[in-house]
C-alpha cells in the first residue's frame, strides 16, 4: 500500500500552517473541563470568542479569562487579562496555543454552534 502523505517533520510543519482555514478550525480545539465535560458529553470543542478558558501552561497558568479574539491564520486565542508589557510601557495582548487552554464555560448564544454541541454529544 503505497503511503498518502509525507512522514517528514518540516512537510508536517507545512501542511499544519499552510492549511486552509475551514481545516484550522479543528485545530482551533481545546479539552472541555471535567465538570463541562459530562453536560456537553463532549471531550474537546473548536475555540470561540466569548468562551471562557482556563490557561494550562505558560507565564499565565492557572489564569482565567474570557476569549477576545481568535486567529485562525497564526492559530492563536487571545484570552482577556493575559497581557505584556512592552519596552515602551504599552500593554499587549499575548497569543496563546488552544492545546494550553481548558474551556470552563462555553458561549451559547449562536444558534448553530448549541445544535453542534448537542450533535457532538450524540
Not at 486565542?77 to 519596552?87: C, I, L, P
Amino acid at each position: 500500500m503505497i503511503k498518502k502523505y509525507s512522514g517528514k517533520p518540516s512537510k508536517q510543519r507545512k501542511r499544519h500552517f499552510n492549511a486552509p482555514l475551514h481545516k484550522k478550525h479543528s485545530l482551533m480545539s481545546s479539552h472541555l473541563a471535567t465538570s463541562l465535560r459530562n453536560k456537553v458529553e463532549a471531550r474537546s470543542l473548536p475555540l470561540r470568542k466569548g468562551d471562557k478558558v482556563r490557561v494550562m501552561r505558560g507565564d499565565f497558568k492557572d489564569h482565567e479569562g474570557e476569549i477576545t479574539k481568535v486567529d485562525l491564520k497564526a492559530i492563536k486565542v487571545y484570552v482577556d487579562g493575559a497581557v505584556v508589557e512592552k519596552a515602551d510601557g504599552t500593554k499587549i495582548e499575548y497569543p496563546i496555543h488552544p492545546s494550553n487552554l481548558e474551556i470552563i464555560d462555553v458561549d451559547r448564544k449562536d444558534e448553530m454552534r448549541d445544535k453542534a454541541i448537542g450533535r457532538k454529544g450524540e
